[in-house]
């Protein structure tokens, strides 16, 4: 879908699953979801820079933030490898577009981990460096406690999501091309890397 279609489609679904179902930490899913859904469409086109630039704001804030210099760094682990793996996974991109299996395969789990990673990372960004914590009345050891266990959930999720991409998308991917349905004219060509 691109970047800017796919961030509308994750951020009306995201409105529409709190509205279906609402909870107390509403905004997070709402503003992570479509975020980590632009970044994967930037990524898909070859496009790294802007995301590079929101990963160092947002991981800048979250350290410079006391709570978060003093929150366990194993838990933002699978942030800081995702943030070193965004100009890679952009450069592999083309990847999508070739006959190759291999190729599809690395670029499609690459992409998808860095995904995952900055929907965590928003939702990590939105809970300390903007205070969304201190809305929600957690003290500093109950924000503690949650981030820990979200960190354990985090990882969990980010292997699911990369088996998924995997074992799913992979074949997902090589049938919607074989029947022209997502790569139309351009079936079997890279789009041109650039670093915008």
Same mark, same amino acid.
């Given at each position: 879908?691109?970047?800017?279609?796919?961030?509308?489609?994750?951020?009306?679904?995201?409105?529409?699953?709190?509205?279906?179902?609402?909870?107390?930490?509403?905004?997070?899913?709402?503003?992570?979801?479509?975020?980590?859904?632009?970044?994967?469409?930037?990524?898909?086109?070859?496009?790294?820079?802007?995301?590079?630039?929101?990963?160092?704001?947002?991981?800048?804030? @979250?350290?410079?933030?006391? $709570?978060?210099?003093? =929150?366990?760094?194993?838990? %933002?682990?699978?942030?800081? &490898? !995702?943030?070193? /793996?965004? @100009?890679?996974?952009?450069? $592999?991109?083309?990847? =999508?577009?070739?006959?190759? %299996?291999?190729?599809?395969? &690395? !670029?499609?789990? /690459?992409?998808?981990?860095?995904?995952?990673?900055?929907?965590? =990372?928003?939702?990590?960004?939105?809970?300390?460096?903007?205070?969304?914590?201190?809305?929600?009345?957690?003290?500093?050891?109950?924000?503690?406690?949650?981030?820990?266990?979200?960190?354990?959930?985090?990882?969990?999720?980010?292997?699911?999501?990369?088996?998924?991409?995997?074992?799913?998308?992979?074949?997902?991917?090589?049938?919607?091309?074989?029947?022209?349905?997502?790569?139309?004219?351009?079936?079997?060509?890279?789009?041109?890397?650039?670093?915008?």
């Amino acid at each position: 879908m691109g970047p800017w279609a796919g961030f509308s489609a994750a951020l009306i679904g995201s409105m529409t699953a709190r509205v279906v179902k609402p909870t107390d930490v509403w905004t997070f899913g709402v503003i992570a979801e479509p975020l980590g859904v632009l970044a994967c469409g930037f990524l898909a086109k070859g496009r790294w820079k802007l995301t590079v630039t929101i990963y160092a704001l947002m991981l800048a804030a @979250y350290f410079l933030h006391p $709570l978060g210099r003093s =929150l366990p760094i194993w838990a %933002v682990l699978d942030i800081l &490898l !995702a943030f070193v /793996l965004i @100009y890679p996974a952009a450069k $592999l991109s083309g990847g =999508l577009h070739r006959e190759d %299996v291999k190729s599809l395969s &690395l !670029a499609l789990i /690459l992409i998808s981990f860095v995904g995952i990673a900055t929907d965590s =990372l928003a939702r990590v960004f939105l809970l300390i460096p903007m205070g969304f914590y201190t809305f929600l009345g957690w003290t500093p050891e109950v924000v503690n406690l949650i981030f820990i266990a979200g960190a354990v959930d985090s990882y969990v999720e980010d292997v699911l999501v990369v088996l998924v991409s995997y074992l799913v998308g992979v074949p997902i991917l090589l049938a919607l091309r074989k029947y022209s349905l997502f790569f139309g004219a351009q079936l079997g060509q890279s789009e041109p890397l650039h670093g915008g």
